[in-house]
């Protein structure tokens, strides 16, 4: 009788272990807004966002919020992003930088365009095999959609960007800017 209990007893807590080990625990992912922190224009990594300007009442405008949490941004499904790859040590002879900013504003609500300075964020720069600087990246989920390989293009300026990102289906609101 003794016996049979403990066969019985083992044969449980062995089906109770095989159950732990079978059973996988839901990953949390965090929403894109979650891995935003405080206003920053040195960050890093940074993300566009077109929200309100504190103090300026009812008016609207390109935020830099520093990403706090870059592998939960990069990962999550909610939002593509727009990887605006950069150098801080580089001056901006084009204007470059002034086009992204009206282009997150008129991608509002359809694609996060994050700026990321190369320079600082190397690991970032060679998962997404970026080979020049300034270059954009489309991504969800953590995989590169589309690249825009400007080191392939000779001579380009923000409205190929533009066309770019529209021919990858994301249609900028010029309205926006107005």
Avoid at 118 to 146: C, H, L, W
Wanted: net charge negative; hydrophobic share 40%.
């Amino acid at each position: 009788m003794r016996s049979r209990i403990r066969i019985t007893a083992l044969l449980l807590l062995v089906s109770l272990l095989f159950c732990f080990a079978s059973c996988k625990k839901e990953e949390t992912t965090k929403s894109y807004t979650e891995c935003l922190g405080k206003y920053s224009y040195d960050c890093p990594v940074c993300a566009m966002v077109y929200e309100p300007v504190a103090g300026e009442d009812g008016a609207y405008g390109i935020q830099y919020r520093e990403v706090t949490d870059v592998d939960a941004l990069i990962a999550q499904q909610e939002m593509p992003l727009l990887l605006y790859f950069y150098s801080s040590t580089a001056t901006d002879h084009s204007g470059i930088t002034a086009g992204v900013e009206d282009l997150a504003q008129t991608l509002d609500g359809q694609i996060l365009v994050v700026a990321v300075d190369s320079m600082q964020q190397r690991d970032i720069v060679t998962y997404y095999a970026v080979e020049a600087i300034p270059e954009f990246v489309i991504s969800s989920g953590g995989n590169k959609v589309a690249a825009f390989e400007g080191q392939n293009r000779g001579t380009w300026g923000i409205n190929d960007v533009v066309s770019w990102i529209s021919e990858n289906g994301y249609t900028p609101d010029m309205t926006k800017l107005e």
